[in-house]
């Protein structure tokens, strides 16, 4: 018969299953993989603070998603790092914590899209109707845009989450490398119909309005640039527009491998690190994608480091 403890609050976390020759590889490369997402993330939101000719709406909206990516990879590869050192025994977390992770964890993946999404409609506005750009995309107009891209998620993952604490849990090991949704309400021996309701319902509708607004917004931008005959608007178009769409096609095969993995359980080892690298692969291309693509970040970066070049001769 099968021990239950009721409602407890340590937790253990199963972790990835490595080979004792493979865990200091993979802890440096997650390990060094953290360190340079902080810094090109922090690197790239300081530039757009600090040069006012990169606030434009363009990049005042990017902005949203270093600053995702620096929360969503700082709550959970620190942590992941620190539990590859344990033994899968000494592997613990309190529930509180768990939950703080799993909240989240599941706000950088519903705000990758939903700032991906403000990002296109920002193009569009650009390329579609460029006459009126600078009434529509306004100081006010990136305000709004930006609280409904978090104001969103953060609704969607708080029923989310929410529907899950509610539960009693009668098991405490975490089968992951790090707390999720699915994870937590597994912990539980009542019924969990509406958790995967809810959860395949968030599911659809998140992915639905992410491809159906890209793909809407794409078609349009494509018309446009297809019986324009000013090359200079089809260039700047062309530019923008796949620098994003590359962006978010890295984020949308990163987020269907975690995905469609779920539904091997015996590939589950490929599933854990799947989903690992759903938080790093993004957050390392995201600003090395914009930064090499972006002439305007290209300019700033020079003219940072033509500043300290000349400041030590004074």
């Known amino acids: 018969m099968e021990n239950y403890t009721y409602n407890s609050l340590t937790l253990q976390l199963e972790g990835l299953n490595l080979s004792k020759d493979s865990v200091y590889p993979v802890f440096f490369f997650f390990f060094f993989s953290y360190i340079f997402i902080m810094f090109v993330n922090v690197g790239i939101a300081f530039l757009v603070f600090i040069d006012k000719n990169l606030h434009q ?5 990017f902005c949203n998603l270093p600053i995702n990516d620096i929360v969503g990879n ?3 590869v620190p942590r992941l790092l620190v539990d590859m050192l344990l033994p899968p025994s000494e592997r613990l977390i309190s529930y509180y914590e768990c939950v703080v992770q799993a909240f989240t964890t599941h ?6 899209h939903t700032v991906l999404m403000i990002m296109a409609f920002d193009r569009y506005v650009a390329i579609c109707n460029p006459l009126r750009y600078a009434a529509i995309m306004t100081n006010k107009m990136v305000i709004k845009l930006t609280v409904s891209a978090w104001g ?13 604490v509610r539960l009693n849990r009668c098991r405490s090991m975490i089968m992951n490398p790090y707390c999720d949704n699915a994870s937590l309400f597994k912990l539980s021996c009542e019924n969990v119909f509406i958790n995967n309701v809810y959860g395949l319902t968030f599911t659809v509708v998140l992915f639905t309005a992410s491809i159906g607004s890209i793909v809407l917004t794409y078609t349009k931008i494509t018309v446009v640039c297809l019986t324009s005959k000013n090359k200079t608007l089809n260039s700047k178009a062309l530019k923008t527009c796949s620098t994003h769409l590359v962006v978010y096609l890295i984020m949308l095969i990163s987020g269907f491998i975690v995905i469609i993995l779920h539904r091997f359980p015996q590939y589950s080892d ?7 690298l759903f938080h790093i692969i993004p957050g390392s291309l995201n600003p090395v994608i914009y930064g090499v693509q972006s002439a305007e970040i290209c300019k700033s970066l020079s003219k940072l480091f033509r500043s300290k070049l000349v400041l030590p001769f004074f």
Do not use: D, E, H, N
Request: hydrophobic residues 60%; charged residues 5%; aromatic residues 12%.
């Open 107 to 112: 706000m950088f993946g519903t705000t990758s």
């Open 152 to 164: 969103v998620a953060f609704v969607l993952v708080g029923i989310l989450l929410g529907l899950t």
């Open 270 to 276: 490929y599933r854990k690190l799947s989903a690992i």
């Open 74 to 76: 700082s709550i959970m």
């Open 57 to 61: 709406p363009m990049y005042l909206l």
